[in-house]
């Protein structure tokens, strides 16, 4: 049985609880008596990408837990490379592969600088489909922006686009386990290319839904709700099962 630790959309310094909001929410994950094979976070780390963020950000998810830690819109490539990844800055994609006794992690950069929807570029999904054709164990695709609709207006606005390589890559290939996203301040469960596809709630903000009166980010973002994140399991049977916690 693997079991992933799935949180998202951190955004230090996007509001004045930020940082306390993430502590909690790891501080929760170490406090707990089991090790998780690894910690994934599906993007926008930073709010503005500040060094002074990154920063931060590399203390907050410190952690006795294995951490992988992926870029969304709000991120700067150079920035977190250097700060978080003591790389040096360059402004390509940012894709990275974490490999356990348990699984693969594929943590893909689906951002476009300057712009909120995403795209998988063509070097992201050559890299991709090499980390998947030479596992030999199951693999978990993870990148910011979801590729399908989630019916919320101001998420599916800026979605992910021109998936369709994404598509084929992850159909083609059975030992693709589920696809994690973040992006959408809201915890989702939904199907892409017939494999699970899983989406973070909001460690920073809940995004409403239109049912709930929201119809755009500036009056469905909740601040007062407290953050949550997921945890995925795979079974032995290759079954999925995800439950998500809140974090008082």
């Not at 992988?68 to 390509?92: Q, W």
């Not at 890299?127 to 998947?132: I, Q």
């Not at 596809?197 to 903000?205: C, D, E, R």
Request: hydrophobic letters at 40%; one cysteine or more; aromatic letters at 6%.
């Amino acid at each position: 049985m693997i079991v992933i630790a799935h949180l998202s959309d951190i955004h230090i310094g996007g509001s004045p609880d930020s940082t306390d909001r993430a502590n909690a929410a790891m501080r929760y994950l170490d406090s707990l008596p089991y090790d998780f094979d690894q910690v994934l976070v599906t993007g926008d780390i930073a709010d503005h990408g500040t060094v002074e963020e990154y920063e931060a950000a590399a203390k907050v998810l410190s952690s006795r837990h294995p951490v992988l830690a992926g870029p969304g819109n709000h991120d700067v490539r150079e920035r977190f490379r250097r700060v978080l990844l003591g790389e040096p800055p360059h402004a390509g994609p940012i894709n990275q592969v974490r490999r356990t006794a348990a699984a693969v992690y594929a943590m893909c950069d689906s951002s476009i600088p300057g712009e909120n929807a995403g795209h998988l570029d063509d070097e992201t999904i050559t890299w991709l489909e090499g980390v998947v054709e030479s596992a030999d164990r199951p693999v978990f695709v993870a990148f910011h922006h979801p590729p399908v609709i989630l019916h919320s207006p101001p998420a599916d606005g800026i979605r992910l686009h021109r998936h369709e390589r994404l598509a084929e890559l992850v159909a083609g290939h059975p030992n693709v386990a589920a696809v994690l996203v973040g992006h959408a301040h809201m915890a989702a469960v939904t199907t892409f290319a017939g494999r699970p596809l899983l989406a973070a709630p909001g460690v920073i903000s809940t995004l409403k839904l239109p049912w709930e009166g929201g119809t755009s980010f500036a009056d469905c973002l909740d601040y007062d709700l407290p953050p949550s994140i997921a945890f995925h399991v795979l079974d032995d049977e290759g079954r999925m099962t995800t439950y998500h916690r809140v974090i008082q």
